[in-house]
C-alpha cells in the first residue's frame, strides 16, 4: 500500500485496490440475481435545480430494497467451498443486514446477522425473513461489531463487512456501470456516503478515463465526516453523529473506502437533515417513490443552492427506501414545513376549556358545525339558531324534568357529564 491508498506491486508499481475490470466482473456474478434498476427522468428535479437533466437511478426498487445486495452477492459468491461450509456472520441494524440475509440465502451459505438491541423488531423479523439467523447483541452498533468480529475468529465464519472490503466496493459500483449505460450523457453523479463503500465502487466505475464523470458524495450534516478527511489527507473520525439518515450515520471511512475515495471522489457535500426532509416527500409526491433519508440526500444536494449543477446532466442515486410508514410519515411532514407546505399551529389557551370548547372539541353536539370539501375539515361559524338552541353553546346544558334547562358552563366540572366521552344535553 502507497499512501495514495494503491497496492505497490513487486516492482513498485502502484495498482488501484478496486479497477473497473473487477467491477465488469462483479457485473457478470450478480447479473441473475439481481434488478438492473429503472433510471427515472424528471422534469421538475432539472427545473428546481437548474440542470439540463436530472436521472434518478432508483436502488429502491432493488432486491431487499437497496444497493445492499449487489456488494454482499458479490463477495460471498467468491467464497472457498469450505468458507461457504462455514458460514458467514455480519453486523448491522440495517440494509447491508438484508443484503448479507439474501445472498446467504440464494447462494445457500448460512448467514449470521448480529444486531443492536434497538434494532427493531421490524427489522429483525425482516432479516429472518430471508433465511438469516438473527443474534441481538451489544447496546450498540459497534458492541454488535466487535461481537461479530470475535465470534468470526472463534468460528470461522466469514465476516462480510458492510463497506470496507473490495469486492463489496465492486459489487456496489454496478450501480455506476449502469448509470453509464442508462443515462451516457451524464455529467455529475450525486451519491450518499456512509462508510463510502458505494461511492467508491460508484466512482471506480465512471472515472476512467472514457467516462469522466464528477462524483460528488453527499453527507448529512450531522455526519459530514468524509470532507474533512479527504482533504486532510487521513481518516478523521467524529464523535458523535446525529442525523434521521440512519443508513448514512457512519462515523468514518476505514482504509479501503479511503484510499478509494481519495482517487474517484471529486467533492463532498453536506445538507441538513430538513433538506433530507424535503427530498423524501418531493421523491413521494412527484415520483411516487418511497425513499428512506439515506437515499434521499443525494436530491437534496441536487437541490441545494450548495451545490452549482446548472446547466448539467446529473444523476442522483437513490440509494434505499426501507424505512417504516411512520417515520416516511414524519419525514415528509417536516420535510413539507421545510418547503413551506405545512404549517404547525400551537395555541397556548389560558383557561381552557371554558373559553374556547366550542371551537375546540369536535363533540357530538358540535358535529353541524363541521364540514368537509376536498378531504379537508374545515368548521363553519356556529348559526345564531344553532346558538339559541343550545346546539354549539359553551359548556353542557341539561333539561331538566321541569322542562327548564340547567347550564353548567365548565362542562368538566358537570356533575351530569363528567365521565362521557362527549357533552351532550
Ligand atoms: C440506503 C443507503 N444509502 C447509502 C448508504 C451508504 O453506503 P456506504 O456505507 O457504502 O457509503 C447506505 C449504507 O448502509 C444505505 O443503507
Given at each position: 500500500m502507497t499512501d495514495s491508498g494503491e497496492s505497490a506491486d513487486a516492482n513498485g508499481a502502484s495498482e488501484p485496490r478496486v479497477t473497473l475490470a473487477d467491477?465488469?466482473?462483479?457485473?457478470?456474478?450478480?447479473?441473475?440475481?439481481?434488478?438492473?434498476?429503472?433510471?427515472?427522468?424528471?422534469?421538475?428535479?432539472?427545473?428546481?435545480s437548474g440542470a439540463a437533466s436530472v436521472g434518478l437511478k432508483l436502488e429502491t426498487f432493488q432486491?431487499?430494497?437497496?444497493?445492499?445486495?449487489?456488494?454482499?452477492?458479490?463477495?460471498?459468491?467468491?467464497?472457498?467451498?469450505?468458507?461457504?461450509?462455514?458460514?458467514?456472520?455480519?453486523?448491522?441494524?440495517?440494509?447491508?443486514?438484508?443484503?448479507?440475509?439474501?445472498?446467504?440465502?440464494?447462494?445457500?451459505?448460512?448467514?449470521?446477522?448480529?444486531?443492536?438491541?434497538?434494532?427493531?423488531?421490524?427489522?429483525?423479523?425482516?432479516?429472518?425473513?430471508?433465511?438469516?439467523?438473527?443474534?441481538?447483541?451489544?447496546?450498540?452498533?459497534e458492541g454488535a461489531y466487535e461481537y461479530a468480529r470475535d465470534r468470526a475468529a472463534e468460528t470461522g465464519e466469514?465476516?462480510?463487512?458492510?463497506?470496507?472490503?473490495?469486492?463489496?466496493?465492486?459489487?456496489?459500483?454496478?450501480?455506476?456501470?449502469?448509470?453509464?449505460?442508462?443515462?451516457?450523457?451524464?455529467?455529475?453523479?450525486?451519491?450518499?456516503?456512509?462508510?463510502?463503500?458505494?461511492?467508491?465502487?460508484i466512482g471506480t466505475a465512471l472515472s476512467a478515463k472514457d467516462a469522466d464523470v464528477r462524483v460528488v458524495g453527499v453527507q448529512p450534516e450531522g455526519?459530514?465526516?468524509?470532507?474533512?478527511?479527504?482533504?486532510?489527507?487521513e481518516i478523521r473520525q467524529l464523535?458523535?453523529?446525529?442525523?434521521?439518515?440512519?443508513?448514512?450515520?457512519?462515523?468514518?471511512?476505514?482504509?479501503?473506502?479511503?484510499?478509494?475515495?481519495?482517487?474517484?471522489?471529486?467533492?463532498?457535500?453536506?445538507?441538513?437533515?430538513?433538506?433530507?426532509?424535503?427530498a423524501v416527500a418531493l421523491l413521494a409526491e412527484r415520483e411516487k417513490v418511497v425513499a428512506?433519508?439515506?437515499?434521499?440526500?443525494?436530491?437534496?444536494?441536487?437541490?441545494?443552492?450548495?451545490?452549482?449543477?446548472?446547466?448539467?446532466?446529473?444523476?442522483?442515486?437513490?440509494?434505499?427506501?426501507?424505512?417504516?410508514?411512520?417515520?416516511h410519515a414524519e419525514l415528509t411532514r417536516t420535510g413539507l414545513t421545510e418547503l413551506g407546505r405545512y404549517a404547525t399551529l400551537r395555541l397556548a389557551i389560558d383557561g381552557w376549556p371554558t373559553r374556547v370548547a366550542p371551537w375546540s372539541t369536535p363533540s357530538r353536539r358540535l358535529a353541524p358545525s363541521w364540514t368537509s370539501s376536498n378531504g379537508l375539515a374545515t368548521r363553519r361559524p356556529i348559526t345564531p339558531t344553532e346558538r339559541r338552541s343550545g346546539s354549539g353553546s359553551r359548556g353542557a346544558t341539561k333539561r331538566t324534568s321541569t322542562g327548564s334547562s340547567k347550564r353548567c358552563p365548565r362542562w368538566t366540572a358537570c356533575p351530569w357529564w363528567r365521565g362521557r366521552s362527549t357533552p351532550t344535553s
Open positions: 467491477v465488469r466482473d462483479a457485473r457478470e456474478r450478480i447479473r441473475d440475481v439481481v434488478h438492473r434498476t429503472p433510471l427515472d427522468t424528471s422534469r421538475t428535479f432539472a427545473e428546481l432486491r431487499t430494497g437497496s444497493f445492499k445486495i449487489r456488494g454482499a452477492y458479490n463477495a460471498m459468491a467468491q467464497l472457498s467451498p469450505d468458507d461457504r461450509e462455514t458460514g458467514v456472520i455480519a453486523s448491522s441494524a440495517g440494509n447491508h443486514a438484508q443484503g448479507v440475509a439474501l445472498a446467504g440465502d440464494l447462494l445457500g451459505v448460512d448467514a449470521t446477522i448480529v444486531v443492536p438491541e434497538t434494532t427493531p423488531a421490524a427489522k429483525i423479523e425482516a432479516t429472518r425473513g430471508y433465511g438469516a439467523a438473527v443474534v441481538v447483541e451489544g447496546e450498540e452498533y466469514t465476516f462480510v463487512h458492510p463497506f470496507d472490503d473490495e469486492a463489496i466496493v465492486a459489487g456496489q459500483g454496478t450501480v455506476g456501470l449502469e448509470l453509464r449505460d442508462q443515462y451516457p450523457e451524464l455529467d455529475t453523479v450525486l451519491v450518499s456516503v456512509g462508510g463510502g463503500g458505494l461511492i467508491s465502487g455526519a459530514a465526516h468524509a470532507k474533512p478527511s479527504l482533504e486532510a489527507g464523535s458523535d453523529v446525529d442525523t434521521v439518515a440512519e443508513g448514512i450515520a457512519d462515523a468514518r471511512l476505514l482504509e479501503t473506502t479511503f484510499a478509494i475515495a481519495r482517487e474517484v471522489v471529486d467533492d463532498v457535500v453536506s445538507v441538513s437533515d430538513r433538506e433530507i426532509a424535503a428512506e433519508g439515506a437515499g434521499a440526500a443525494p436530491l437534496a444536494a441536487a437541490l441545494s443552492a450548495d451545490l452549482d449543477v446548472r446547466g448539467e446532466h446529473v444523476g442522483v442515486v437513490v440509494s434505499g427506501g426501507n424505512v417504516d410508514l411512520t417515520e
